[in-house]
């Protein structure tokens, strides 16, 4: 089991940065954070594997680095040239397999509630 809780969240202004962090219990392999804006599909935006490996949703790469701090047992989330269409609610989520921690390839069973973003123009 792996508990998770984000934090970070806010308003900024379009152009701006925001980090999101997730402080999570446990162990897990593969890590993601995961947006979803009202009426929208839930997106994967990144996935990191325990050993630092990382891959990206093609929307934010080179805007936006996942990372982790294993000491800490903190994931987090660099929002760098946010723009209005950032807007969303934020996950993290846990618990995906090392074999398929790319992109779009691993299931994860262990979710935050949540952070919300809030780009303005």
């Known amino acids: 089991q792996v508990q998770l809780v984000e934090s970070g969240g806010g308003s900024v202004q379009d152009g701006g940065s925001l980090r999101l962090s997730c402080v999570f219990s446990?162990?897990?392999?593969?890590m993601a954070w995961f947006r979803q804006a009202p009426g929208k599909e839930r997106e994967e935006l990144a996935t990191?594997?325990?050993?630092?490996?990382?891959s990206y949703v093609g929307s934010v790469k080179g805007r936006f680095t996942i990372s982790q701090d294993k000491a800490a047992n903190t994931l987090y989330l660099q929002m760098n040239s946010v723009k209005p269409e950032d807007s969303a609610m934020y996950f993290c989520?846990?618990?995906?397999?090392?074999?398929?921690?790319?992109?779009?390839?691993?299931?994860?069973?262990?979710w935050g509630r949540g952070t919300q973003v809030t780009v303005s123009s």
């Open positions: 989520a846990a618990g995906g397999t090392w074999i398929r921690c790319t992109l779009g390839r691993s299931v994860f069973p262990f």
């Open positions: 446990g162990s897990t392999q593969c």
């Open positions: 990191i594997r325990s050993d630092g490996a990382t």
